[in-house]
């Protein structure tokens, strides 16, 4: 394996931050599954990913520096280096039982007869090697999907826009809601999730749909509901009011001689498709409501009147 840092191409000097940095631009690089067509790109990612185990760890690279460990991250035995007689070699040790030879072998430095160009670091490399291999070929792994909910006006429902989110990673999102999304459906921010481990791309977030309540309509699949409050004159002679929607106020026409619970529909007044094609429509229930001062003598003296002259029973047939 190349030198580390001839890997992520930084100096010996470099802080943890430009070797993280040199990192992550070359396992964005190399990343197999953006470079499916190049049959290297696994093995330079792989080869990045390495070397950042060795000089992105504080520890490892001091031991790396020193030459204490290899660029595989493996111990150097700095004695294991010829078969010369002295400490750091095999000496032999005369003829055992039966006449055979025997070695032994000394840690320790370098001492005289040592033999030069023996490198034991060769002899680890090739024990090694398939395990290597295998993590050079590993897909790093993946970190978690995170969820989180949004709670969108209905407003912002039915033109589109933005929706603040508060992840469990501790991040707060503006995220962007299509018009005419339903409730429940969830939203997918790519790279958004958990950090993944050293090499591994981060999860995703996955959002999910929550509408507000509203102060005045109430959401029916593309319907919208709307309990509009009336005069009792208004209901009595009709008259023409403002009526709110989602797209601001507009007139409706009250018959007369309606009665509370009359419901006046309004087509194409509710919620818009996703599509922005079609939209459900807005039914406007009627409430008659009584004045504040419905207690006044002038009030109560009609009301009186109309009891004694003019006698009706809305409930007759429910009883």
Known sequence: MRDPYEVLGVAKTASAGEIKKAFRHLAKKHHPDHNKSDPKA???????????????????????????????????????????????????????PGGAEHYEFHFGGGGPGQQAGFDPSDIFADLFSGARRGRANATPKRGEDVTATANVPLETIARGGHARVFLPTGRALDVNIP???????????????QSGPIGGEPGDALITIKIAPHPFFQLAGRDLKLDLPVTLYEATLGAKIPAPTLEGKVELSIPAGSNSGRVLRLRGKGMPAADGKSAGDLYATLKIMLPEGAADPEFKELMQKWSANRPYDPRKGMT
Request: net charge positive; no cysteine.
């Open 42 to 96: 696994k093995e330079k990612f792989a080869e990045a990913n390495s070397a950042y185990e060795i000089i992105g760890d504080a520890e490892k690279k001091a031991q790396y520096d020193r030459g204490e460990i290899g660029p595989d991250g493996k111990p150097r035995f700095q004695g294991f280096e010829g078969f010369g007689a002295g400490p750091g070699g095999f000496t032999r040790a005369g003829r055992g």
């Open 179 to 193: 018009a005419g999304i339903e409730e429940g459906k969830q939203i997918r921010l790519r790279g958004q999730g």
